[in-house]
C-alpha cells in the first residue's frame, strides 16, 4: 500500500515528502519529479511567490543508482524565500523570544482559512504556526508524491490527464476526440482548457468579479 506523509512550513528552510510503499526496482529520476513541479507552477494567477520559487526535489533516501530500492523515498525542496523569512522562522530560541512575540505575529483568524481551527485545537497564540502549514505552499510536497505515483503507473502503461471544463459559470467545449497527449495540450492554456474562446470570458470574469484582498504571497 503507497502512504505520503508531508513536513514542512511554506517559509521554512524547506518541505519534505516521503512516500512508503514503493516496489524496488523503478526507474527514477529527480528530473521526472522536477518536470511535475515546474507544471504545477504554471497558469493563470499565479503569485509573486511563483516567481521566486524554482522548484526542484533532492531525494534524500529510498533511490540508488537511479531506481527505487523498496525503502521510503524520502524527498526534499528547498523554499528560496527562507533567506527573507531566518528571523522570523528561526525553529531555534532567539533572545528576543523571552521580551514578546516574533515579527510579523499573526492574530486575527482569515475567514475560509484553517487559522480558526486551527487555534483552537493546539492552543496557539499565533495562527502563523497553523497557517505555514495550511498553505498552498505545502502542495509542492504532495506533487513530488503523486508524480513519483505517476511513474509506478507508466510501468503499467497506465497515463493521466485532465483539463478544466467549468469555472465560473462558463462551460468549455470538449472536443468529440481528445488530444493523445492531453496534458501536452492543455498545459499550453493558462487554465488548461482546451476552449480558447470560453478560457478567455473565465479570465474576464474572474478579473472583472472578483476583488482579492491584501495577505500573505500566494505560494
Known amino acids: ?87 522570523i522562522m528561526d525553529p531555534a530560541p532567539r533572545p528576543e523570544d523571552a521580551t514578546g512575540p516574533r515579527k510579523r505575529v499573526v492574530t486575527r483568524p482569515r475567514p475560509g482559512h484553517a487559522d480558526l481551527a486551527g487555534i483552537l485545537k493546539y492552543d496557539r497564540d499565533d495562527a502563523r504556526d497553523i497557517l505555514e502549514r495550511a498553505s498552498a505552499r505545502e502542495t509542492t510536497a504532495r506533487v513530488a508524491a503523486g508524480a513519483i505515483c505517476r511513474r509506478l503507473l507508466d510501468e503499467f502503461g497506465v497515463g493521466i490527464g485532465s483539463h478544466l471544463v467549468h469555472l465560473g459559470g462558463i462551460d468549455a467545449a470538449i472536443p468529440d476526440l481528445l488530444p493523445a497527449h492531453l496534458n501536452a495540450v492543455a498545459d499550453t492554456s493558462p487554465l488548461r482548457t482546451l476552449d480558447p474562446e470560453a478560457e478567455g470570458r473565465m479570465i474576464l470574469y474572474n478579473s472583472s468579479s472578483i476583488s482579492k484582498p491584501p495577505g500573505e504571497l500566494a505560494s
Do not use: C
Open 1 to 87: 500500500m503507497l502512504r505520503f506523509t508531508t513536513a514542512g512550513e511554506s517559509h521554512g528552510p524547506a518541505l519534505v515528502s516521503i512516500l512508503e510503499g514503493l516496489p524496488a526496482g523503478i526507474p527514477l529520476a529527480a528530473e521526472q519529479v522536477n518536470a511535475e513541479l515546474a507544471r504545477r507552477q504554471q497558469g493563470y494567477g499565479r503569485g509573486r511567490r511563483m516567481q521566486i520559487e524554482r522548484d526542484e526535489i533532492e531525494f534524500l533516501s529510498g533511490v540508488r543508482a537511479g531506481e527505487t530500492i523498496g525503502a521510503p523515498v524520502a524527498m526534499m525542496i528547498r523554499n528560496r524565500d527562507w533567506k527573507n523569512w531566518v528571523e
